[in-house]
């Protein structure tokens, strides 16, 4: 079983919906992160979250440490948010990322 | 620089041959951390810089794969006697952290290795 695991794989949305995107994890951590990664373009960072809710923009992330539970939510999508995202989580001594198999999303217009 | 800087940006070699990628961080950060993207398959982790130290190699997959970091800025991740299963997008990031977690981590374009 993965450390990571996120849900769904895969998903297609209608421009204009809302879209939750869920990572669970099995080891203790001290800091979740949410990337961005565009086809053939490199990783950026959305969030980094270590407890609570953090919202930028149409972009919320919500953290439940009790849980291992992690969500990314995104209001009113839109075409260009077509993208992987992957969620990692750091812990360990070095505090390497060690990621989630990433989430496919395609808007649609 | 303003981001975490890559190059070369693309590299084809033939197997059998060294390859030498490097990783130019944000100025200050001290944690530099190299991560493998193969095709179709996630993300893993290779090696952990914390200035010029390296406490975590466990990611190299084999004894071809090293890596140093000279002046606690600029890394080479080097691959000798490449093989195909080497080819992949080869990532590199950065944080101000010091081990501790919960830093912003800054990464690379990367490196698209295909090796022939």
């Known amino acids: 079983k993965n450390e990571v695991e996120q849900s769904p794989q895969n998903l297609t949305a209608q421009e204009g919906e809302f879209i939750t995107i869920n990572c669970s994890y099995s080891?203790?951590?001290?800091?979740l992160h949410w990337l961005q990664q565009h086809p053939g373009g490199g990783i950026v960072s959305l969030f980094m979250?270590?407890?609570g809710k953090k919202k930028h923009g149409r972009l919320i992330a919500t953290i439940n440490i009790q849980e291992k539970h992690s969500s990314l939510h995104i209001t009113a999508s839109h075409p260009r948010d077509s993208a992987v995202y992957i969620c990692?989580?750091?812990?360990?001594?070095?505090?390497?990322?060690?990621f989630g198999t990433g989430t496919l999303l395609a808007v649609q217009p | 620089g303003a981001g975490v800087s890559q190059s070369p940006s693309n590299k084809v070699t033939e197997k059998g041959k060294d390859v030498e990628l490097r990783c130019d961080p944000i100025?200050?950060?001290?944690?530099l951390y190299w991560y493998r993207q193969s095709l179709g398959q996630g993300l893993e982790f290779l090696i952990y810089?914390?200035?010029?130290?390296?406490?975590?190699k466990s990611g190299l997959p084999s004894d071809r794969f090293s890596a140093e970091r000279t002046g606690g800025s600029v890394s080479t991740l080097t691959i000798q006697r490449t093989q195909q299963e080497d080819s992949a997008v080869y990532l590199c990031?950065?944080?101000?952290?010091?081990?501790?977690?919960?830093?912003?981590?800054?990464f690379g374009e990367g490196s698209w290795l295909t090796v022939v």
């Open positions: 990692a989580v750091e812990g360990g001594a070095t505090n390497k990322l060690i």
């Open positions: 080891v203790g951590i001290s800091a």
């Open positions: 100025s200050g950060h001290t944690a």
């Open positions: 979250l270590s407890s």
């Open positions: 810089f914390q200035g010029n130290s390296a406490p975590d």
């Open positions: 990031a950065s944080s101000s952290g010091q081990g501790n977690g919960g830093n912003t981590i800054y």
